[in-house]
């Protein structure tokens, strides 16, 4: 899941009177979807797809249960058809459910006083492989703990954890798009592989016009953790050895991070804006 910074509210966003049968204030929703598709790209905030003309903005704590949230700008996140429908309104409908889940607003772990971790990153919460019949899936990475039973909730909410189905009827094709990314992705690192020095650079023009081809087609597919998964493991693997860490982040950064608006990945080697402490990306009170 990718971690993401939406940034500050847009100033062209301002309550309207509603014109509707019950007592409420809407807010511009234009105006918010446009500020939220710049800040954190077209890109579903919890499956990573691409959205197409099918955004949603998502309310985090449903605004049917808590309307004081519904206009607040750190209770939105993107959301496909998907993600939006399975996870409804009737499953998050209080402030106290928030930290029972992984968010992808919550760029990193924050903590109490205690030292306890309150909220979870999504960084290392979820493992991206392929089953034995070629299908890209999500799971819980780990084997227990605290943030493993969390990673498993925040799955069954979207119902990313659900198995592959592969009638060509199903309209989820979350899993059918992500496989289909991740082998495209296999295709474009085993090329790199070949042009890509363990010093970053790349051996030839040809390789610099693959790395470019190779941000423009992740930009389109979506799929952020996808391609982290992929493209570390190539860069990780005997041919790379000698590649040193930071080479290997600040390429992964320049590729796929880079280049996906609102990614909030590495801000201390990359110059990310620095974020309070306690900084959740939720929203704390109604």
Same mark, same amino acid.
């Given at each position: 899941?990718?971690?993401?910074?939406?940034?500050?509210?847009?100033?062209?966003?301002?309550?309207?009177?509603?014109?509707?049968?019950?007592?409420?204030?809407?807010?511009?929703?234009?105006?918010?979807?446009?500020?939220?598709?710049?800040?954190?790209?077209?890109?579903?905030?919890?499956?990573?797809?691409?959205?197409?003309?099918?955004? $949603?903005?998502?309310? =985090? /704590?449903?605004? @049917?249960?808590?309307? &004081?949230?519904?206009?607040?700008? !750190?209770?939105?996140?993107? *959301?496909?058809?998907?993600?939006?429908?399975?996870?409804?309104?009737?499953?998050?409908?209080?402030?106290?459910?928030?930290?029972?889940?992984?968010?992808?607003?919550?760029?990193?772990?924050?903590?109490? $006083?205690?030292?306890? =971790? /309150?909220?979870? @990153?999504?960084?290392? &919460?979820?493992?991206?492989?392929? !089953?034995?019949?070629?299908? *890209?899936?999500?799971?819980?990475?780990?084997?227990?703990?605290?943030?493993?039973?969390?990673?498993?909730?925040?799955?069954?909410?979207?119902?990313?954890?659900?198995?592959?189905?592969?009638?060509?009827?199903?309209?989820?094709?979350?899993?059918?798009?992500?496989?289909?990314?991740?082998?495209?992705?296999?295709?474009?690192?085993?090329?790199? *592989?070949?042009?890509?020095?363990?010093?970053?650079?790349?051996?030839?023009?040809?390789?610099?016009?693959?790395?470019?081809?190779?941000?423009?087609?992740?930009?389109?597919?979506?799929?952020?953790?996808?391609?982290?998964?992929?493209?570390?493991?190539?860069?990780?693997?005997?041919?790379?050895?000698?590649?040193?860490?930071?080479?290997?982040?600040?390429?992964?950064?320049?590729?796929?991070?880079?280049?996906?608006?609102?990614?909030?990945?590495?801000?201390?080697?990359?110059?990310?804006?620095?974020?309070?402490?306690?900084?959740?990306?939720?929203?704390?009170?109604?």
């Amino acid at each position: 899941m990718r971690p993401v910074y939406r940034g500050n509210p847009p100033t062209t966003v301002t309550a309207l009177a509603a014109g509707r049968m019950r007592q409420a204030v809407a807010y511009n929703y234009h105006a918010v979807g446009a500020a939220l598709l710049t800040g954190l790209g077209e890109y579903c905030s919890y499956c990573e797809s691409p959205l197409g003309g099918s955004a $949603a903005i998502e309310h =985090i /704590v449903s605004k @049917s249960a808590a309307p &004081a949230l519904e206009t607040r700008w !750190d209770n939105f996140l993107l *959301a496909c058809v998907n993600c939006n429908s399975t996870k409804g309104s009737a499953k998050v409908d209080r402030l106290t459910d928030l930290p029972r889940f992984i968010w992808p607003c919550t760029p990193r772990d924050v903590a109490n $006083a205690q030292g306890q =971790i /309150v909220y979870y @990153s999504p960084v290392g &919460a979820f493992d991206y492989y392929v !089953d034995g019949q070629g299908n *890209a899936l999500v799971r819980p990475a780990g084997d227990a703990g605290d943030k493993h039973d969390r990673a498993v909730r925040t799955l069954e909410l979207v119902g990313l954890d659900k198995p592959p189905n592969l009638d060509p009827a199903v309209k989820d094709r979350r899993i059918a798009n992500r496989t289909a990314t991740w082998n495209v992705a296999t295709q474009l690192a085993n090329a790199l *592989a070949l042009c890509v020095n363990n010093d970053g650079t790349v051996a030839n023009e040809a390789g610099a016009l693959l790395q470019d081809q190779i941000i423009e087609v992740a930009r389109m597919r979506g799929f952020w953790s996808v391609w982290m998964t992929v493209f570390t493991a190539m860069l990780r693997s005997d041919r790379h050895a000698a590649m040193a860490d930071g080479v290997r982040s600040d390429l992964l950064y320049r590729l796929f991070c880079a280049s996906m608006p609102g990614t909030y990945y590495g801000e201390a080697r990359h110059g990310l804006p620095p974020l309070p402490a306690d900084y959740t990306g939720l929203p704390t009170e109604v």
